[in-house]
């Protein structure tokens, strides 16, 4: 019996022994350490890294379609300024405009264009106007057939005919033989419509005729009316109401106040206030 306790005392005290050499589990945090947030720099934001936008690749701009296109206008007003000489690449070349045997796009674009004429038998360049007139006959049938047409104005514009050649003595020399009618501009006598004078419907006059008729003088608007009257002709009513809007001074209207009154007490309306006797 004696034996049996001292073995059991023997085990119990090994057990106490392996429970003392139990070692706590060690828990290792997520978190990053002190001394690897003092090492790293501290973000100006939030701790959480920031996600890139995702950046594709882009063509550089080299701007030569910018240049072709700028060239390509100097080009054309360059031609513009010499509408009846052709123009060849060493010209352009020679007046610094463009070198167009080395830039094979400004040459595509030019033979292309529709305000371009391209010879391609000696190889020149001419600035194609809206109107080809080369010559006062041209000029001559343009406004004959602009007044056969039909919708649109008898009177050619004259600055339709900017991009043409020089057409001032063509001009004068038509006018002058009686071809064409000329409005002119009353400030410094420039054409501003010409007309095509169909000399079929030019009728003869007699002189003593033409003589009266600009001998007859004409009064100034403000003794018109009289003039009407004592003639015993009536004065149109457009007439009438601008001499009577004339004589009236004009008078300012005032504006009165809008003002937006709103009513109250609408059921007292038959109520009668007492008065002081």
């Known amino acids: 019996m004696s034996s049996l306790s001292a073995e059991s005392i023997l085990a119990l005290k090994k057990q106490q022994l392996a ?17 690897s947030q003092s090492s790293t720099p501290k973000s100006n934001g939030s701790s959480k890294k920031k996600k890139q936008k995702t950046v594709y690749s882009q063509p550089t701009d080299t701007g030569v379609v910018k240049h072709t296109l700028s060239q390509l206008h100097n080009v054309i007003r360059f031609l513009k300024e010499r509408v009846d000489v052709p123009q060849t690449a060493e010209d352009l070349k020679l007046n610094k405009i463009a070198d167009i045997n080395a830039n094979k796009e400004l040459y595509n674009h030019m033979i292309n264009n529709e305000k371009i004429h391209y010879n391609s038998v000696d190889h020149t360049f001419q600035y194609k106007p809206d109107y080809a007139i080369r010559s006062k006959e041209d000029l001559l049938n343009l406004l004959k057939e602009r007044q056969e047409k039909e919708g649109v104005s008898r009177g050619m514009p004259y600055r339709e005919l900017d991009d043409c050649i020089d057409l001032t003595n063509s001009i004068k020399e038509l006018e002058s033989e009686g071809k064409i009618m000329v409005i002119r501009l009353m400030k410094d006598g420039t054409p501003r419509l010409l007309y095509y004078n169909d000399l079929q419907f030019n009728t003869p006059m007699d002189k003593e005729f033409v003589e009266m008729f600009h ?19 009536r004065t149109m009513a457009v007439l009438e109401n601008k001499t009577r809007a004339e004589d009236k001074p004009k008078q300012r209207k005032r504006k009165q106040p809008n003002r937006k009154i709103k009513i109250t007490n609408t059921h007292l309306e038959n109520f009668l206030m007492p008065t002081k006797s």
């Open 215 to 233: 001998n007859v003088k004409v009064p100034d608007e403000s003794d018109l009316k009289k003039s009407l009257e004592g003639a015993g002709l």
């Open 19 to 35: 429970a003392l050499d139990y070692t706590q589990p060690r828990v290792v945090s997520n978190a990053p350490s002190t001394t």
